[in-house]
């Protein structure tokens, strides 16, 4: 997935465009390999597309969601999906850095998270279908939003969760967050529903932050599954832009 400093979005992004390559081939020469492609512009944001994803296979539509610099989040379907494109500019205060979409679906909704340089961590929802077009026409709604003290630049699932009782059920999701100047952060974002899964209560907490980069994260990853010779440690990787510094830490999700 390429994303475009232009305003473009497809599974490459270039400039501002989401840009959506097919028949992909490399073609070999002399001195280098030669990447050919058909490029189909599925979207242009008016300024620099940062992040696109396409939509989990669960849901019930297809189609890649991309942010740009424009503080636009945009839904754009693939060429065999029959749902309307749409684009909001009013939920997000400035641009869209990072789409994180959630296998959370209650209430038939599709959970996706969403992170921006105006430093909130958002939980947004686009109403979900039986297959139909017309639950598509409708915005994304804002479900939870957190202020993370600095720009959100990517988004990582660690683990998730669910405790049911007979009375309720409450998902956790564990999320490795990006946050530029504020470092590296671990949000624990939660769910509860009562009454047969009807309505629900999100909250969020920051678990734990890193904070040694001297400069802005811009990329974490961690370790898939815990060690369980550590009793559940988990090894994470983050590093930072103008101090070009790589750093490994551990983090305990039993605690």
Known sequence: ????????????????QVV??????AVPTA????IEAELNVIFHHSLEAWTTTVLPPTWPFSGVLSGGD????AYSPLPSETSPSWSNRRIH???VTAILPLSIKPVNTQIYLTGSYDDHF????VPGSSGSGSAHQKQPQILHENNLEGGVWRLKQIAENTIQTIKEVRYTVMVLVSCMYAGAKIVELSLLLEDE??????DSKVVATFSEHESMCYACDVQRLADEAEEGMRTILSCSFYDKRLCLWKWNDRK
């Open 31 to 34: 001195k280098q390999i030669i």
């Open 1 to 16: 997935m390429i994303t475009l400093t232009n305003g473009d979005v497809g599974t490459v992004m270039i400039l501002a």
């Open 20 to 25: 959506l390559c097919r028949n992909l081939a």
């Open 197 to 202: 899964g009807r309505g629900g209560v999100w």
């Open 122 to 125: 958002r939980v947004l929802s």
């Open 93 to 95: 205060g400035a641009g």
């Open 70 to 73: 424009d503080a636009v989040l």
